[in-house]
């Protein structure tokens, strides 16, 4: 399976227009929304969202007969998670990060992990669609981007997948980055839009995975992002014009390859370039 | 009486800094201003759960009593678990809030101010 990311850095500058546009247009190719804080795919590809799972994380819970108050749960969290209170041991479980430490170093094992579900993954039953969604208030929803991307490995018999992320360069980035061939990286020709792409090319380059820029909302402009990539050596895949007819598509719900023959064209050859530069 | 205010200095003719969670100091006087220690936040860095943190190294230090500018829901949780009354600070020194306090004029905090993460 060729798995493709799509990031961009700066937000808004249409890593689900060119995600969505790509899995639409290739048979076999799976969209994953790894945008888990505000998942919003699945309003241009409408799935059947028939499939679904809670994502269970291990939390402590403090058995207070057993503890003793020694507060060694306390200063070994990572993630001040836990505090000690007049030898009483109050846990956070919004911060915790599921690690495990505090059980491991509790002497009177006062301390026993239960589950907790910080959100849910979903996905059709023709494994053409899949995203995470993590529940309101929670701070962290890595542990949905891994279930969602092992969940996504399982179908053996797609033939690719493009993986939404969320914007900027975060550990949810990084985890939806993880593993991938290859990353699309779309800006667009705006100060802004530059000073993110800069982040997002470090970042895949520290994860050594090979990267294009799309140039979305492309137009008189460009030349700001040009210099840098040529500067860079990162090629400049695709340029998808500045239009008023996208916006207004977008705005219902319509992806553009949906009447833009120029565009489904390029966005299949990207895609077959890509499978080359991978597989070769 | 041990009284622990977050300071953005090491002295007691520093500004009060009204951050609680990221507060540079935490800087502990007798009800008279006379200077007992000065904590380093070494929660000031943390990437979450700061409030927490720093109401441990309150609670650890043995403090009586807090004046901080606003505590958020996880940090007044641990201050309020542990029945240490906390005080709304007032703009301006060290000094002026635990004089302003020694004078009953600093109102207690009831209520947590807005999270800001790690807490719905």
Known sequence: MLKIAVLSGKGGTGKTTISASLASIIHGCAYVDCDVEEPNGFLFLNPKLDCNEQVLVQVPQIDEQLCNGCGACVRICQFNALALVRGKVLVFPELCHHCGACSLVCEPKAITEIDRSIGNISWSSNSCFFQGRLNIGEPAGIPIIKRLKQEVSKKIDLKAAVFDCSPGASCSVVNSLEGCDYASIVTEPTPFGLHDLKIAVELVREMKIPAGVIINKSGDQDAIIDEYCLAENVPVSLRVPYSRKIAEHYARGILPVEDDEALAISLTELYHSIRGEVCS | ?120
């Not at chain 2, 000065?38 to 720093?54: C, F, P, R």
């Not at chain 2, 043995?62 to 500018?69: E, F, K, N, Q, S």
């Not at chain 2, 600093?106 to 209520?111: D, P, Q």
């Open chain 2, 1 to 120: 009486m041990k009284i622990a205010i977050s300071a953005k200095g090491r002295q007691i003719n520093d500004s009060v800094d009204m951050r609680f969670g990221r507060t540079e100091y935490f800087i502990l006087t007798d009800e008279n201003g006379q200077l007992i220690d000065v904590l380093d936040n070494a929660a000031q860095s943390a990437t979450g759960g700061a409030g927490i943190a720093a109401a441990q190294a309150v609670l650890d230090s043995g403090a009586d009593i807090l004046i901080t500018g606003q505590l958020g829901p996880n940090a007044m949780r641990v201050i309020s678990s542990a029945s240490i009354p906390a005080y709304q600070a007032v703009e301006g020194t060290i000094l002026e809030n635990i004089q302003a306090f020694a004078a009953g004029k600093l109102s207690k905090i009831t209520e947590s101010g807005p999270a800001h993460a790690g807490q719905r």
